[in-house]
């Protein structure tokens, strides 16, 4: 086998000739992560890794892949909600069921620097594969698992899905309105933050492992990452007894701060000082409504909310989201409007800053990706290197670079153990 400190990953020509950063440039250069996660939150950290340089292998169980793949909609045949999280890895086909599958696999956990694993608590300690075991056996190995519920507690048994985690988590009970009710976020939140978090706790592992040379256990739920986000919600509980309710699109403690109505659609106001609220009323034309007893203090705006929301749609009513925004803004006051995702994807600052970028696809073309939202001031390069892989289509290539002979390659590939190119697809 390679030793698991080499630098494996090239970094690809763009189609467009956008200059990409080296790999050896990249922050995570050098660092080899073995994903054997699936759908949502464990993909997600490990692409959050990928972006970062890291050689990041997907092994996908045969013969049909990670189950996202079937997820629609489509493009050109492709998942977009795969896509949109297997950026920069390369795909491996296992079979997962073989026992000489689980063997091989045993033996690239042992030969990375990082495995990312979102399995039921206990799978992988039944796939031969516990995490404690293969640490003790490689000191240096980093093993993040994300769950439902942790792996410990009364709930640590019980499968985890996002929308379940938003419920026990409280998210819903204050998201939506009195007449919705209970709400639940328009993506999946909980995966998400278990994701970033679980890729937080690797980073902390990885510098840590620098000047110890151990690795470690990393440890993220959906649950945990939820409640680690309950933010000030969370702390009016512990210090005040106070339940946070359904709070619409209003800011729960501070007004005028919400969604408001001007002449052609909502638009976002937050005035969220005493100064700003003055200098809304100016803004608006009705700077006597700053001395209305009702409205005089934030206590009062909260109380009276409503009257007070009424009073301003009144005025805004006459005229444009745009023309708001920009008086608004030129106030001090910040506002904007309310996209949908295609006009969030249009906007000229997206553009501007590099959020979306362009990678060749071998089916579907030209790709465009929401990248990792991280700035490197010593980074200049792009963030998408790889299209996400097609399945199996790296399966040779990165049984090769893990030290397997090629006829050791072909004998996995003849036994139906691995699967590549055309022969992993269903």
Not at 240 to 259: E, M, Q, R, S, T
Request: glycine share 12%; charged share 20%; proline share 7%.
């Amino acid at each position: 086998m390679v030793d698991a400190a080499t630098e494996r990953s090239p970094t690809e020509e763009q189609a467009d000739g956008t200059p990409t950063p080296e790999a050896g440039d990249l922050p995570l250069a050098g660092m080899r992560v073995l994903d054997l996660s699936r759908a949502l939150s464990g993909p997600f950290c490990a692409m959050i890794l990928a972006d970062l340089g890291a050689d990041v292998v997907k092994v996908e169980p045969a013969p049909a892949g990670d189950m996202i793949r079937a997820w629609g909609p489509f493009d050109h045949g492709e998942s977009v909600y795969y896509l949109s999280t297997n950026r920069n890895k390369r795909s491996l086909v296992v079979d997962f069921r073989s026992p000489d599958g689980l063997r091989l696999l045993r033996d690239l956990a042992l030969a990375s620097d990082v495995v990312v694993e979102n399995f039921k608590p206990g799978t992988m300690a039944a796939m031969g594969l516990d995490p404690a075991g293969l640490r003790a056996e490689r000191p240096g190995l980093i093993v993040a698992s994300i769950s439902g519920f942790g792996s410990r507690g009364p709930l640590g048994a019980q499968p985890g899905f996002d929308q379940i985690a938003q419920g026990y988590a409280g998210f819903m009970s204050f998201t939506g309105t009195a007449e919705s009710g209970p709400t639940r976020v328009g993506v999946a939140i909980g995966d998400l933050a278990a994701g970033l978090w679980a890729a937080i706790g690797v980073l902390a592992a990885w510098i840590t492992r620098q000047r110890s040379g151990r690795g470690q256990g990393v440890e993220a739920s959906l649950f945990a990452g939820l409640i680690g986000l309950l933010s000030m919600q969370g702390q009016r509980w512990l210090s005040l007894g106070d339940v946070a309710g359904p709070a619409g699109n209003h800011h729960p403690i501070i007004a005028p701060y919400g969604v408001f109505r001007a002449a052609d659609g909502d638009l976002n106001i937050a005035a969220a000082t005493q100064d700003m609220w003055v200098s809304l009323c100016g803004v608006l034309g009705v700077p006597a409504l700053a001395d209305d007893p009702r409205f005089r203090d934030n206590a009062g705006r909260m109380h009276h909310r409503d009257a007070l929301h009424a009073a301003i749609d009144e005025r805004l009513a006459a005229r444009t989201r745009a023309e708001w925004t920009a008086r608004l803004v030129a106030a001090g006051i910040p506002a904007g409007p309310i996209n949908d995702v295609a006009d969030a994807l249009s906007e000229p600052q997206v553009t501007e800053t590099g959020l979306v970028e362009t990678v060749q696809h071998p089916t579907i073309g030209a790709l465009r990706q929401v990248v990792t939202p991280i700035g490197l001031s010593d980074l200049e390069g792009r963030c998408v290197r790889r299209p996400p892989p097609r399945l199996g289509e790296h399966s040779a290539e990165v049984l090769a670079e893990f030290g397997y002979a090629p006829d050791a390659i072909a004998a996995l590939m003849d036994g139906r153990v691995v699967f590549g190119g055309e022969a992993a697809r269903p």
